[in-house]
């Protein structure tokens, strides 16, 4: 008989972080979650994650927003449809759903991560087979305060945890910013190598001064110097410089990329399954960007196990990350809501082995940590 899905849950799940996160929009000192779990008729579960970041300080999608979305618009879509054909279940909620791509990433991981328990094998086996079962993870260094910083590089490079670092920037004067940059790349010199992610602050003028100043300082790639929305001045950036540019919010999906690519960008894309309603809607762009010769970068939206995981099967199915991943999430995390965390060493993180994503959820952490 044929499995259908039988129950939606969504849960509310605040985790405090480590240290407050410094971004250019917003401070993080708490990190909220909305876990899915997708029952079936044949007794599997599967589990999904939809994060952002600073609730509404990032995108037009809340922690709040994707809880009642899903309870109220999406998952009657998939309620009593069957369970395996996730191709179809994609097409249904992309045809009567505009928009709210965190909400449809969580409910594609919850399919996936179900299907692969069904049939015995990984989420990344369901995609065609894992290339890599470790990934590169670097580290963002976001206290805002630059011997803080400094510290914390070194301690992450002694323990073999990071070799690469990123730099939230633009919430200060461009002269104030590139100054605690080029402090920080200085100390770590050849040791590691420094990135860094303006989240949109700046304007095209203000961020041909800046980057300038960050190439002259030995900065290795810029994230997002300008809006999203400004693609042209975005492609004008990434010519203009040798450093490269990043495309992060500016490049949501295939047909973004598509559209920065015949407009003459050159650089990176920074890959996430939140802005691009899942894993297959992430990995359609990384071919449009692998056809392009773009770079690929995972990225992030400070996920925690079950989202980090997700991304991590579909990053190891591509052949190459030519500037790694930022898969970190659950070490900003005081606490988790999984039996086993994900094992990170030797600079990176190991892809989790099991059926579907290979993660167990914590009953009584996750009890602990769901909003009441």
Known sequence: MTSVIDTIETLLVDLPTIRPHKLSMTTMACQTMVIVRMRH????????EGTTIGGLAYGPESPESIKRNIDTYLAPLL???????VNALRARLNRHVRGNSIAKSALETALLDAQGKR??????ELLGGARHDHLPVLWTLASGDTKQDIDEAFQRLDERRHCDFKLKIGANPVDQDVRHVAAIKAALGDRASVRVDVNQAWDEATAVRGIQALQDAGIELIEQAIPAREHAGLIRLSQRFNVPMLADEAVQDARDGLD????????????KIAKSGGINGVLELAHVAQAAGIGLYGGTMLEGTIGSAASLHAWATLPEMAWGTEMFGPLLLKDDIVVDSLNYHEFGVDLPTGPGLGITLDEDKLAHYSRK
């Open 41 to 48: 008729s044949d007794g599997i579960e599967g589990l999904g």
């Open 79 to 85: 309620i009593g449809e069957p369970s395996g054909n």
């Open 260 to 271: 920065l690519v015949c407009g003459g960008f050159s650089g990176a894309f920074a890959l």
């Open 119 to 124: 049939l015995g094998l990984s989420v990344a």
